[in-house]
């Protein structure tokens, strides 16, 4: 069963950080491309950025300001490092695997549940 599980959400002061993770069953990252999005209360929802099948290039929407980081190892997961998070930062993240890089979050076949991130003072 293909499943992908996020992890690493949580409750932060701003300019606080967090590390996301996205753990792959049941089929090999190495395969796809991953994306992160995220959605907040009454928005849509946005993409952060993906990284490419071999890691080798990784495309970083202007939503997080230079303030995301995308990665992934060896071990079926990908990252998703965040500093100095900001109030408007608060939304359920997700990531998201596809054959194909691109921005487009119907592009994307599989998904994960999603993992609160809440940035308060």
């Known amino acids: 069963q293909v499943k992908l599980v996020e992890s690493g959400g949580g409750t932060v002061h701003p300019g606080g950080s967090l590390r996301l993770s996205c753990d792959a069953s049941g089929f090999t990252l190495d395969y796809y491309a991953m994306g992160w999005f995220r959605q907040a209360p009454g928005k849509g929802r946005e993409v952060i950025g993906y990284?490419?099948?071999?890691?080798?290039?990784v495309y970083s929407a202007a939503s997080m300001k230079g303030r995301a980081t995308i990665s992934r190892d060896s071990t079926n997961t990908v990252y998703l490092q965040m500093n100095n998070l900001e109030p408007e930062d608060t939304a359920v993240y997700y990531c998201?695997?596809?054959?194909?890089?691109?921005?487009?979050?119907?592009?994307?076949?599989?998904w994960g549940q999603g993992t609160q991130v809440t940035v308060s003072s």
């Open positions: 990284i490419v099948k071999n890691g080798g290039r």
């Open positions: 998201a695997a596809t054959n194909t890089a691109t921005i487009n979050a119907d592009d994307y076949h599989y």
